[in-house]
T-cell receptor
Framework: SQTIHQWPATLVQPVGSPLSLECTVE??????LYWYRQAAGRGLQLLFY??????ISSEVPQNLSASRPQDRQFILSSKKLLLSDSGFYLC??????????????FGEGSWLTVV | GDSVTQMEGPVTLSEEAFLTINCTYT??????LFWYVQYPGEGLQLLLK?????DKGSNKGFEATYRKETTSFHLEKGSVQVSDSAVYFC???????????FGKGTKLSVIP
């Protein structure tokens, strides 16, 4: 069966510090990978998605970036965090076959508080 | 653009009550529709989905029917339990898009 893990689960970082959230998927190959953010009162927002190694698409311009160094690894980064970056970050994956009917499966999430 | 509108919460029900959470959508074509559930402090879990008109998704006693004529995908459960307390998200995914468009979520609290 497939599993998705992301870490750290909770993070408190000062403004201006860097960020690295990691996500790995097990039990599948060549998945589509996603980073979503859930901010208070704003619902869920797609930040980045990737269809393959080194291929990153950004949905929202911001000071965050994403990388996919390996097939099943997806990393969310920032060089300098802003207060507005606080939120709940969710990594997710889906299969390529089957089109948009394919379910997107989410990880456990990472709580980021920028202080 | 595409959008999903859910009834605003919070919704508070007594155990064994009937639940309906309304969800309507705006999108061209025939998107796939989903309900996700988020328990306190956790990520999102798929609850059910429907990929074409008149499909009924069901899981754990929850049901939702894809109604193209009313662009709706209302979530229902005949008898809720305390363990159903969570935030419920309605979402759509269009053909050719990688993105899930979510509603804002509806918080459900079930009291004994």
């Amino acid at each position: 069966s497939q599993t998705i893990h992301q870490w750290p689960a909770t993070l408190v970082q000062p403004v201006g510090s860097p960020l690295s959230l990691e996500c790995t998927v097990e039990g599948t190959s060549n998945p589509n990978l996603y980073w979503y953010r859930q901010a208070a009162g704003r619902g869920l927002q797609l930040l980045f998605y990737s269809v393959g190694i080194g291929q990153i698409s950004s949905e929202v311009p911001q000071n965050l970036s994403a990388s996919r160094p390996q097939d099943r690894q997806f990393i969310l980064s920032s060089k300098k965090l802003l207060l507005s970056d606080s939120g709940f970050y969710l990594c997710a994956w889906s299969r390529k076959q089957g089109g948009t009917g394919n379910t997107i499966y989410f990880g456990e999430g990472s709580w980021l508080t920028v202080v | 653009g595409d959008s999903v509108t859910q009834m605003e919460g919070p919704v508070t029900l007594s155990e064994e009550a009937f639940l309906t959470i309304n969800c309507t959508y705006t999108a061209t074509g025939y998107p796939s529709l989903f309900w996700y559930v988020q328990y306190p402090g956790e990520g999102l879990q798929l609850l059910l989905k429907a990929t074409k008109a008149d499909d009924k998704g069901s899981n754990k006693g929850f049901e939702a029917t894809y109604r193209k004529e009313t662009t709706s995908f209302h979530l229902e459960k005949g008898s809720v339990q305390v363990s159903d307390s969570a935030v419920y998200f309605c979402a759509l995914r269009k053909v050719g898009s990688y993105q899930l468009t979510f509603g804002k979520g509806t918080k459900l609290s079930v009291i004994p």
